[in-house]
T-cell receptor, first 115, second 112 residues
Framework: DGGITQSPKYLFRKEGQNVTLSCEQN?????MYWYRQDPGQGLRLIYY???????QKGDIAEGYSVSREKKESFPLTVTSAQKNPTAFYLC??????????????FGDGTRLSIL | QQPVQSPQAVILREGEDAVINCSSS?????VHWYRQKHGEAPVFLMI?????EQKGHEKISASFNEKKQQSSLYLTASQLSYSGTYFC?????????????FGKGTKLSVKP
């Protein structure tokens, strides 16, 4: 079955450490997204990519970086510059690049905490 | 620009109905609705587009009032499985600029 796989499910970060969250999709979708979810805040867009080798900052990109070297993969790195990284991170994809008339399909998320 | 959802939370008994609203201060191109159970991925329910087109599950009912820039999600004859947090996501534009801005969510609890 097609879908989005995020790993790991839980991740702990030490002070000053960069960590990378994995997101892989086999839906053959062009667009991929990273969201951050904090309690009571909804989903906030970190980065999105509409095509391989191209990506754009979302609303809260500071302290994060991404790459899109393959259509099916969109890893997110939480850098040491992100001072409050504790959150639930969701990866999503959609069929047509960036079009808001297409549903987004979400992975099961990664919960990141500070040690 | 974040859409405002109301109510923030609602508790129902099985079989009761509920309406969840999503309002924007900006003219919208589309409204998406998703349901998320605790610790799980949001699941797509419905898209409503400017002009009246809808895409989504047959058992889900929703409306989009373009004059008021407000969408409403109608949950009828609620079941225990309807419990979760409902999010609306709004897009101001179509095409490549059509990224979603999500509301803070409405927590729905259905009791036996």
């Amino acid at each position: 079955d097609g879908g989005i796989t995020q790993s790991p499910k839980y991740l702990f970060r030490k002070e000053g450490q960069n960590v990378t969250l994995s997101c892989e999709q086999n839906l053959n979708h062009d667009a991929m997204y990273w969201y951050r979810q904090d309690p009571g805040q909804g989903l906030r867009l970190i980065y999105y990519s509409q095509i391989v080798n191209d990506f754009q900052k979302g609303d809260i990109a500071e302290g994060y970086s991404v790459s899109r070297e393959k259509k099916e993969s969109f890893p997110l790195t939480v850098t040491s510059a992100q001072k409050n990284p504790t959150a639930f991170y969701l990866c999503a994809s959609s069929d047509t690049a960036g079009y808001s008339n297409q549903p987004q399909h979400f992975g099961d998320g990664t919960r990141l905490s500070i040690l | 620009q974040q859409p405002v959802q109301s109510p923030q939370a609602v508790i129902l008994r099985e079989g009761e109905d509920a309406v969840i609203n999503c309002s924007s201060s900006k003219a919208l191109y589309s409204v998406h609705w998703y349901r998320q159970k605790h610790g799980e991925a949001p699941v797509f329910l419905m898209i409503l587009l400017k002009g009246g087109e809808q895409k989504g599950h047959e058992k889900i009912s929703a409306s989009f009032n373009e004059k008021k820039q407000q969408s409403s999600l109608y949950l009828t004859a609620s079941q225990l499985s309807y419990s979760g947090t409902y999010f609306c996501g709004t897009a101001l534009y179509g095409g490549s600029q059509g990224n979603l801005i999500f509301g803070k969510g409405t927590k729905l609890s259905v009791k036996p």
